[in-house]
């Protein structure tokens, strides 16, 4: 029997190409904020601490998916001022209050800071 020529070779473009697989390249702006479940669980957690009110208005939010009452999980100080993305800096708002936040917040951050 003739045995196939290898390819020396071979055997190192497999070890690159599976260690090339593992490696990610940085995201551009990641703030390593929760995702996914973490996220969910989060927003529960920030929601029965908080109990089912705005903070901002107290309007009652609901945390059930596709409600006509959602909330929106806010940072009390925003991840670009320095604000941690971990439960002391987080609060309920509802979308109105979230919105006029984030809206304040931009124009903060275009002038430099708060004030």
């Not at 070890?15 to 904020?33: D, F, K, S, W, Y």
């Not at 996914?36 to 009652?60: M, N």
């Not at 609901?62 to 925003?78: A, S």
Request: hydrophobic share 30%; with cysteine; net charge positive.
């Amino acid at each position: 029997m003739s045995q196939r020529p290898r390819i020396p070779a071979a055997a190192q473009r497999v070890q690159m190409a599976q260690a090339t697989r593992l490696q990610q390249a940085p995201r551009i702006g990641a703030t390593h904020r929760d995702r996914g479940r973490a996220r969910q669980e989060a927003r529960l957690r920030i929601w029965l601490r908080d109990g089912p009110h705005c903070k901002g208005c107290g309007k009652l939010i609901d945390i059930t998916p596709g409600t006509p009452d959602p909330f929106e999980l806010d940072h009390t100080v925003p991840l670009w001022q320095g604000g941690k993305d971990a439960d002391h800096n987080r609060q309920c708002l509802c979308p109105d209050c979230h919105a006029a936040k984030t809206a304040r917040e931009a124009q903060e951050r275009v002038r430099g800071g708060p004030g």
